[in-house]
């Protein structure tokens, strides 16, 4: 059984040109080209609508003066619709008269370009609504981000110290015997413990978000083994059997976020382990495509696949705390760090056969990842 969970992709940007000009859409098709983003064309109206109907783009170019519907009634709908509205719309006009330049933000336009345009203010124009674009998806993100963050926080603290809370009077209001203390306070102990560890892995989660990239090339390798001779320090007891490419490998990447991504990913497998005889690590380093993997394999307990799209929620359990301790944050604060870093994570799990996570790192110009 498998499990892939992949970042949230950034948006594709899309330009929608609406013109009933072939060549004023043949001319900006092709200034907009070194954009690399999506030109999508509509040559009136109707066919404008029937496009936003079935995708939203990130902005639009639009002729003021065409056939049947002009420019500043097609905007004036785009604005009217809820779904649409957000959409930021350049108007391009021949007219340079002020009435029309006050009419397109009238109607809920955010810039206009007047015929003949300037080639490069045309495109310096058309970037700069399509940063602020990004700029808002990324705010609204992390408004979201932040509102489910709090809700999280707020209802899964409140469990266990509305438990301490009752352990607290039966403690004040009933006749115990030795026995029925000592595990009453057993429990309190450890309600309080996981109380702690749900704070400190919001802290720990909070950090991802406020936490300012420092990219550096570092040695991937030399950081995991760190990891593991410190992770195999804290129990001798056990034995462990843990395998590491010994080559070096190199990205570009915040190191902070790194280790701590890293160390998340190991907390589960040496958490998951302890009850076997041995407990098995493999770590791995590959290139494919445009991407780094580093590849963490154990033969914990593993986990079902009906449960899928739980594992990376925040304070999301799978097993009981007095079975595993843990916040339920260490899953969720790895896929924040790969959201961050635009890449991919990659879970297999089969129960009671271990489990296998692959990090992606994204290799954008072939030249940011090296080995020696």
Known sequence: MSVFAEQLTKTSDTILIVDDSPSDIINLTTLLKPLNTMIQVATNAPKALGILNKHIPTLILLDVYMQGIDGFQLCREIKQSKKLKVIPIIFITAANDENSIINGFKYGGQDYITKPYNADELVARVKSQL??????????????????FSYSASHELKSPILIINQLIHILKEQQLSEKDKT?????LDEKCKQSTMMIDGLLKFSRTFQHKLKIDKID??????????????LDTTRKYQVTIDRQSHFIWIDETLFTILIQNILSNAFKFTKNRSITQINISFKKKSQYFIIEIRDNGIGFDNNY?????????????????????????????????????????????????????FKNDNGSNIGCL
Do not use: W
């Open 183 to 187: 595990e009453l306070f057993e429990h």
């Open 131 to 148: 940063k602020i674009a990004q700029q808002s998806r990324k705010l609204s993100q992390a408004y979201k981000e932040l509102e489910y």
């Open 220 to 233: 991937v390798g030399k950081i995991c083994r760190q990891l593991i001779n410190e992770f195999t320090q």
């Open 308 to 360: 899928k799209g739980k594992i990376f929620t925040m304070f999301s359990r799978l097993h009981p705390f007095s079975e595993y301790h843990g916040n339920g944050i260490g899953l969720a604060t790895v896929k924040r760090i790969m959201d961050r870093i635009n890449g991919k994570i990659k879970i297999e799990s089969i129960i009671d056969r271990g489990t296998k996570v692959s990090l992606f």
